[in-house]
């Protein structure tokens, strides 16, 4: 019996692959999708930076409140006059609030280490120079900014939370004159001198004490020469960029007003901030404008003499801005109540 030598063909079956115009329609769904989901992401990364920042202003607030319930007052935000002489003991304003409040931040250690009867470039203070106490670091911003200057006994600190100098400007005078006249109303930190409480006359809860300001990197080169690049932000060697001024709104396009250096655009585009549509010339360091700046969208965090921390609009209308940054104009409630958003 012959057997059948036949051999059985085995027909294999490939699976059916994509074709190209599916594939590039999966692409174009997925890119899709994430495009959807990247601004929610980066909403909520926000949320949380902000949220941060906050629970930052408040326990700065809260030790200016410990501060000033133990001395009566705020401290100065600047502990020696203003001198405009290199040759002066004590060189700009040195020493501000940065420097009084260590202790009351848990930074005894740091705080017994400065020496603030000789100036802050002292050599004997290079320790508590090199200090970058992440605590006045915004997390939506660059973190602190360190620069020297020639030496490495010459350093400064660029942070982002700053006191309430007053309705004007730096020095705490009057601004402009005749029909664009604003006049000083008071403010609860001053130079050379504790703030008592009875002063702010308008009520703590109606009253400025810290905002945000940016960190601006040093772009000496594009300004006045290497190591230089402006007192914006400084908050250990106190020129003026330790505090913020309720002149103009919050996050305004209209540059500070600041002595010595005049940013060009470049400097703020680098920074990523809008160009000025004026930027000002300060004649003398008291006349120095500066302003309340955040990088969080649509507004500053800032803080009431009460401790409270709110988020405020950039879009507060600045009439009230200026009531809230002043200590004794007389701000009613109606004023004030309903801008701490």
Not at 50 to 67: E, G, V
Not at 155 to 163: E, F
Request: hydrophobic share 35%.
């Amino acid at each position: 019996m012959q057997s059948d030598c036949r051999s059985k063909r085995t027909v294999f079956r490939f699976p059916r692959g994509f074709t190209l115009v599916e594939l590039l329609v999966v692409i174009a769904i997925i890119g899709i999708l994430i495009g959807l989901l990247l601004p929610a992401i980066n909403a909520a990364r926000e949320s949380g930076r902000r949220a941060k920042c906050m629970n930052q202003l408040r326990q700065l607030s809260l030790a200016m409140c410990n501060f000033a319930s133990v001395r009566n007052g705020f401290p100065s935000m600047a502990m020696h006059p203003t001198k405009e002489s290199t040759s002066t003991p004590f060189w700009y304003d040195n020493h501000g609030w940065y420097s009084q409040i260590g202790e009351y931040v848990e930074e005894k250690g740091w705080s017994k280490a400065l020496h603030i009867d000789v100036s802050y470039s002292d050599p004997i203070n290079e320790m508590p120079r090199r200090w970058m106490n992440p605590l006045y670091a915004c997390p939506s911003d660059k973190g602190l900014q360190r620069n020297e200057w020639d030496s490495n006994t010459w350093c400064r600190t660029r942070g982002n939370y700053v006191v309430n100098a007053g309705n004007t400007n730096y020095g705490g005078s009057n601004k402009g004159s005749g029909s664009s006249l604003v006049k000083f109303l008071g403010a609860p930190f001053a130079i050379a001198k504790i703030t008592t409480l009875q002063k702010i006359t308008d009520g703590l809860s109606h009253t400025l004490m810290m905002s945000e300001t940016i960190a601006l990197p040093e772009l000496a080169t594009q300004a006045s020469g290497p190591g230089w690049g402006g007192p914006i932000s400084e908050t250990t060697i106190s020129v003026g960029g330790q505090t913020f001024n309720g002149y103009y709104p919050p996050n305004t396009e209209i540059g500070d007003e600041i002595v010595r250096v005049v940013q060009p655009p470049e400097f703020y585009t680098a920074a990523k901030i809008p160009v000025p549509t004026n930027i000002g010339q300060a004649a003398q360091t008291v006349d120095q404008v500066f302003s309340a700046r955040s990088r969080h969208p649509g507004g500053v965090v800032a803080s009431g003499c009460d401790g409270s921390v709110h988020f405020i609009s950039e879009q507060i209308a600045n009439n009230v801005w200026q009531a809230l940054s002043s200590a004794a104009g007389g701000s009613s409630e109606s004023a004030t109540d309903g801008n701490w958003q």
